[in-house]
Each structure stands twice: as C-alpha cells, then as structure tokens.
C-alpha cells in the first residue's frame, strides 16, 4: 500500500500553524487513510468524525488544508466531494498517485514477477539468461525497494501549489511494509520483505518467556507519551505474567513475542491491591479468557442440540 509522508518544512507552513496540533493529527490520519485505501484524496465524512471531531474539521476547511461540498478553491486537482464527505487540498499528482496509477503500477510488478519465474522454471535459461532476465539482475523490484526517496510516480502529496502554498503541505507516498497478521486463533508476524524468505518458524510462546531490556523501555516510553503512569517492577512482572497466559489460551503462535508484549504494556491498567490486603487466586478459577471460551462452548452445544448449561 503507499505511505503519506509529510514533507519535513510542513511543521512551519502558515496553513499547518493555523490549524493547530489537534486538527493536523486528523489530517494526517485521513491522509493516511485516503493513500491505503485509494479514494483519490477523498475523506469520507463518517471516518473524518470518527478519528476527530467537528472543531477539528473546521479548523482544516478554515486553513484551507480540507475542502467540503461546494468549495471554490481553483486548483485543478481538487475535486469535489460529495456532501458529507471531504477532499484533501492538493491530493493528487504529481505527489499523490491516483487509484488508476497505483493499480496500473501494481499490475506492471504482478507481470514483471510472472516473466521472472517463468524465466527462471524454464530449463532453457538454467545455464543462461534471456536478454530481459539478463538485463534485469542488477535491478530491483518496483516494491522491493528500500530506498525510500520517492519518484513523481511514487510520491504521494500535495501537488502543484495553490496562492498561499508551499512544499510544506506535501506530502509522498512509498509502498508499505507488511504488516503482522492474525489468522484463524494462530498469531502469524512477518518478517520483512514478505517474501517468506528466511522466515523463522512459528511456535507457542515459551512457559518461561520475558521482554528484553529493550522491550520494556520502548513499553515505558510509549506509557509515558500516552501520560500513562511508569510500571513497576512487580506491575511489569503480573503484565508478562498475565501476557504469556492470555497467549497460552488463545493458542497464539508466533516467530516473535517483543513487539506484541509492548503493544500489550502500553494499554495495560494495573489495579493496586488495597493496603494490607493480599489479591488471592483460588485453586482451579478460570482467567476471563478461560472463562470466555467455556462460555461459547455451552453456546455452541446449546446450537447443536446439547443441553449445557
């Protein structure tokens, strides 16, 4: 999928300043949103209310970075929206690629795949290469790519500049990495690239496990980012305490625990007991996700005609 990229003299540009903190954290959202899903610079309104909120919204349309319905704004590319629905100043190329061009580029790499492996199954090029295998080894692939500078038919942002503008309100886009995944109750992360290429195996997390040093600072920063407060040592202790059982019962398997474990201290809600009291669990009780899955198995063989209760 492409990236949304913002341009780094947007922190200083009139538009950005008066749109204030708030609003440009929805901007940036949507923006991100429009480049994954290709709407062409469009923000439907019900995702615009969802991550922000009306003052916010008004805050773009006033700083000329959102357009609504019926906008005068005399820039070419700047479509207009349905109503209820929003349009990201700008857009389009030659910063942002259009729906048509994304796709177009992806069909060109689906075919430019198919060539290679056909060329390297054919027992004709084993010794050789014909001159479009041969001509293509130093290369890479369009989005095999780690180099990050985006190319006119790349980039994602906000094209030729209106009266007001400058580069600061561009942004790019650069095909993204993969993302983990979670299939059928088996947590699956992918390595990078994708490519299954030196992927370590998958397995249930060990009975021992703990985060790394690294793991539980990146855990602290992102809490105290989030104004949550600092987990002690005996808090951190109870989270991967409670982390490896939830991960036990739910039959997660994976090549890697750190990044999950950080996603689950950043959120986690310690309860402090109360003074001299001491937090018992009984001999047999279920955790809660025990519990939930008990509860859709009675479900379950009540559907199939059982008589659980």
Known sequence: MPWFVVDDNAHSHPKMIAAGNAALGLWLR???????????????????????????????????????????????????????????????????????????????????????????????????????SHENRGRFDDDSSTDRTPENDDAAGHGDASPG????????????????????????????????????????????????????????????????????????????RKFRQRMLDDQVQAAAWGGRWQQWAETERTEQPAVGGNVVRLPGAMTKSQQQRAGLDRLRDRMNGGTAS
């Open 30 to 132: 949507c923006g991100a949103y429009a480049a994954q899903h290709l709407t062409d610079g469009i923000v439907p309104g019900v995702i615009a209310r969802m991550y922000g909120s009306r003052p916010q919204i008004a805050k773009l349309l006033a700083a000329g970075l959102w357009h609504e319905h019926g906008h005068a704004c005399s820039h070419p590319k700047c479509a207009q929206p349905q109503p209820g629905d929003y349009f990201i100043h700008d857009y389009l190329a030659p910063y942002n690629p259009s729906r048509a061009e994304v796709t177009a580029k992806r069909e060109r790499a689906a075919e430019k795949k198919r060539k290679q492996r056909a060329a390297q199954d054919s027992p004709a090029d084993r010794d050789g290469f014909d001159d479009d």
């Open 165 to 240: 503008d400058s580069r600061g309100t561009r942004a790019r886009a650069n095909p993204s990495p993969p993302l983990p995944s979670h299939k059928g109750g088996a947590g699956r992360e992918s390595t990078a690239g994708g490519s299954g290429r030196g992927r370590e195996p998958l397995s249930p997390i060990p009975a021992d496990w703990q985060p790394s040093d690294e793991d539980v600072a990146a855990a602290q920063l992102a809490r105290s980012d989030a104004g949550r407060e600092q987990l002690t040592p005996p808090q951190l202790a109870a989270v991967t």
